[in-house]
């Protein structure tokens, strides 16, 4: 996952990291995106901002499971973190509804503007 910010002097820069294993789970993808911005951004005024993504796999693709996925599939917490396949599922259903209804039909409560905060 990689950004790039472009300041209104037009200086630029690019940050980017990898995630542990492959995702389409665009909540994996936003969390990285907002943690490369947060240690990025020198708080001046933002021209652009632009998120990619590299080295895409194929729906479908074996995934290697670690250590932690394994421990967290027994754990019956309902506060724990949503699972790799929980999040996939909620992204299809997500992408169907929109692709059903149009695109700003149905969008994480997380994306949604604040007002308070102005």
């Keep these: ?11 630029r820069i690019t940050r980017q990291m990898t995630v542990d294993r ?42 290697q499971m670690s250590i932690m996925d394994m421990m967290s599939q027994g754990e019956e917490n309902s506060l724990a973190k949503p699972s790799h396949d929980k999040l996939k599922k909620l992204d299809r259903a997500l992408d169907e509804i929109k692709e059903k209804f149009g695109r700003d039909t149905i969008t994480r409560a997380s994306l949604l503007e604040n007002d308070d905060d102005e």
């Design 22 to 63: 492959p995702t389409d789970s665009s909540r994996e993808i936003y969390e990285c995106s907002i943690k490369l911005f947060g240690d990025a951004w020198d708080k001046k005024p933002v021209r652009l901002l632009g998120i990619r993504t590299a080295n895409l796999g194929e729906d479908g693709d074996p995934e």
């Design 1 to 11: 996952v990689g950004i790039e910010i472009k300041y209104n002097d037009f200086s």
